[in-house]
C-alpha cells in the first residue's frame, strides 16, 4: 500500500531565534498523521536562508558587493592566481563565480549553524552516514576527497580520479565508465581513517540547479537506459497510470514526467534512488565541512582550479563534454516545468528546497504569464 503523499506545506512566524523572527517551514497533513521528512527536517531558517540568498544575489546583480569585504572560504584565496595560471579566463566570469561561492559558503554557515542540523558524520543516522561514505572517493597520492552527485559531471570527475591513479591512461579513452571498479570509497575504510581523511585532505563536490538536475535524470534514465524503464518505470506505469495497477506486461518507456513527480512525491529522500536524491542529502554539507563547492554552470573553470588545488599533473585535464550528451535547455526545462500542474510542483519543491537554498539556485517562474511564452 502506498504511503500517503506529502501535502500542503505553509508558513508561520517562530518565535526565540537568535536572529529575531524566523519564517518556519511547516508540513499539514489531511490524515492527521505526520509524515517526517527528512528533506524538510532541518526547517528552521529554511525559507530565511532562502531570502537571504535572493536578497545577495540580487545584489550581485545592482553591483552592490563590490565595495563589500567578504573574508574568502577555506582553501580559496588562490583560486583566482591557480586559475590566471590554467587559462585565460573571463575576469568577469571569474568574479561572478567566486561571489556565488562566497554566498554559498555564507548561507551554509548560517544554515548548518542550528542546532538541530548534524555538525559530524557521527551525528548522522546509519542511513544518511552509509549513503554519505558511499558517494565519497578518496585519493590519497594527491590527499583530497570528493564527494559525487550523479548528473553533475561526475562520470567524468571519476575518469579524472582512475587517471590520477593510474587504472586509466588518460580522461578521453573511448570506454564506458564502471562507476565502482578502480575507485576508492570512503565506506571502505575504517572510522579512523575516515577521521583523518575528513580532517586533513581537500574536500569538493559539485552542485547544478534542482529541478534541471532532476529532468536530466528522468531524460537519461527513462529514455534511454532499459533497467531503470524495467525497474522503476514499469512500477511508476502500475503506481499512477489509472487502469495499469496489475498489467505485467508494462515496459516503463514510457512514463510521463508528471508520473515521475507523483513517484517523487511518495518517496522517503533518505531512500531515493542517487540519480534523483537531493544534492544535500547525498553529500551532507552540514556534516562535511567542504573546501571548495563547485557548481555544473562553472564546470569550465571551477574544474580548472580543483585540479590546480590538488596539485594535479599538467596532461591531466578535466574532459570535454561527450557528442552523444544532450544539455538541458532553459526553453526544455521551461516546457517539462511548464506542463506539470502548478500542484504537483508547489509540491515537489519542498522536497528540494534545501539544495535551493544552501546552493543559492532561485525558484523556478512558474506563473501563467512566465509559461504562456
Not at 537571504?52 to 553591483?63: N, Q, R, T
Not at 593510474?166 to 565502482?180: F, R, T
Request: glycine share 4%; hydrophobic share 35%; proline share 6%.
Amino acid at each position: 500500500m502506498m504511503p500517503p503523499r506529502n501535502q500542503d506545506f505553509g508558513l508561520k512566524k517562530a518565535g526565540g531565534a537568535r536572529s529575531g523572527s524566523v519564517i518556519n517551514f511547516r508540513k499539514t497533513v489531511n490524515s492527521g498523521s505526520l509524515r517526517r521528512s527528512s528533506a524538510v527536517l532541518p526547517s528552521v531558517l529554511t525559507f530565511a536562508v532562502i531570502v537571504a540568498s535572493g536578497g545577495l544575489l540580487l545584489m550581485i546583480e545592482k553591483g552592490m558587493l563590490n565595495s563589500m569585504e567578504t573574508p574568502p572560504p577555506l582553501g580559496y584565496s588562490k583560486r583566482s592566481g591557480y586559475l590566471r595560471q590554467a587559462r585565460n579566463l573571463d575576469p568577469a566570469v571569474d568574479a561572478e563565480s567566486q561571489i556565488l561561492q562566497e554566498i554559498r559558503n555564507r548561507t551554509i554557515r548560517t544554515m548548518c549553524g542550528q542546532k538541530n542540523m548534524p555538525h559530524s558524520v557521527w551525528s548522522l543516522s546509519p542511513l544518511q552516514r552509509k549513503t554519505l561514505l558511499q558517494h565519497i572517493l578518496v585519493n590519497d597520492e594527491h590527499r583530497f576527497l570528493y564527494c559525487y552527485v550523479p548528473k553533475v559531471a561526475c562520470s567524468n570527475w571519476k575518469r579524472v580520479l582512475k587517471v590520477l591513479s593510474g587504472a586509466l591512461e588518460n580522461v578521453d579513452v573511448n570506454i564506458k565508465m564502471n562507476h565502482k571498479s578502480d575507485l576508492l570509497f570512503l565506506s571502505s575504510l575504517k572510522p579512523e581513517e575516515i577521521r583523518y581523511r575528513l580532517k586533513h585532505y581537500f574536500k569538493f563536490m559539485f552542485v547544478r540547479e534542482p529541478m534541471e538536475r532532476l529532468l536530466s535524470a528522468y531524460r537519461n534514465k527513462f529514455g534511454e537506459i532499459k533497467a531503470y524503464q524495467e525497474k522503476y518505470g514499469a512500477e511508476i506505469i502500475r503506481r499512477y497510470r489509472k487502469g495499469h495497477a496489475k498489467d505485467t506486461a508494462v515496459a516503463g518507456d514510457d512514463v510521463t514526467f508528471a508520473e515521475f513527480v507523483r513517484y517523487l512525491l511518495d518517496e522517503d529522500v533518505d531512500r531515493m534512488n542517487e540519480h534523483w536524491m537531493p544534492i544535500y542529502n547525498l553529500c551532507q554539507p552540514c556534516a562535511v565541512s567542504y573546501d571548495f563547492i563547485g557548481s555544473y554552470e562553472h564546470l569550465e573553470s571551477d574544474a580548472d582550479y580543483v585540479l590546480q588545488r590538488i596539485s594535479a599533473p599538467p596532461h591531466v585535464h578535466f574532459p570535454e563534454r561527450q557528442t552523444w550528451y544532450k544539455p538541458v535547455t532553459k526553453e526544455t526545462l521551461h516546457y517539462y516545468l511548464c506542463s506539470l500542474p502548478q500542484k504537483l510542483l508547489r509540491e515537489l519543491l519542498p522536497k528540494y528546497i534545501l539544495d535551493f537554498s544552501l546552493f543559492t539556485y532561485p525558484f523556478p517562474n512558474t506563473t501563467t504569464e512566465y509559461c504562456r511564452h
